[in-house]
C-alpha cells in the first residue's frame, strides 16, 4: 500500500495537466508549478471520490508569476 498522500484539485487553469497530486507535507496551502509560476491552492473540509481513493479537495486560490 502506498504512503504517499494526495489529493485532487478543483479550479483553477483548465489545461493543468494532474487534478491528482502528492502533498508533502499535508496542510493548509500547495503551490503547483505551472506554466512559469505557481498555482495556489487551500485545503477545504470537502472529500471526494476519485480512481485513487478518497481524497481531500484542495481549492484553487491564486496565481504567482516568477520573475523572468
Same mark, same amino acid.
Given at each position: 500500500?502506498? #504512503?504517499?498522500?494526495?489529493?485532487? !484539485?478543483? &479550479? &483553477? +487553469?483548465? *489545461?493543468?495537466?494532474?487534478?491528482?497530486? +502528492?502533498?508533502?507535507? +499535508? /496542510?493548509?496551502? !500547495?503551490?503547483?508549478?505551472?506554466?512559469? &509560476?505557481?498555482?495556489?491552492? @487551500?485545503? #477545504? /473540509? @470537502? %472529500? @471526494? *471520490? #476519485?480512481? %485513487? /481513493?478518497? !481524497?481531500?479537495?484542495? %481549492?484553487?486560490?491564486?496565481?504567482? %508569476? !516568477?520573475?523572468?
Amino acid at each position: 500500500m502506498s #504512503t504517499v498522500v494526495k489529493a485532487v !484539485l478543483e &479550479g &483553477g +487553469p483548465k *489545461d493543468m495537466p494532474a487534478r491528482i497530486v +502528492p502533498i508533502t507535507p +499535508p /496542510g493548509i496551502e !500547495l503551490k503547483v508549478p505551472f506554466k512559469g &509560476g505557481y498555482e495556489h491552492f @487551500k485545503v #477545504t /473540509g @470537502k %472529500e @471526494k *471520490d #476519485t480512481p %485513487e /481513493g478518497r !481524497l481531500r479537495v484542495y %481549492e484553487w486560490s491564486s496565481r504567482t %508569476e !516568477l520573475p523572468k
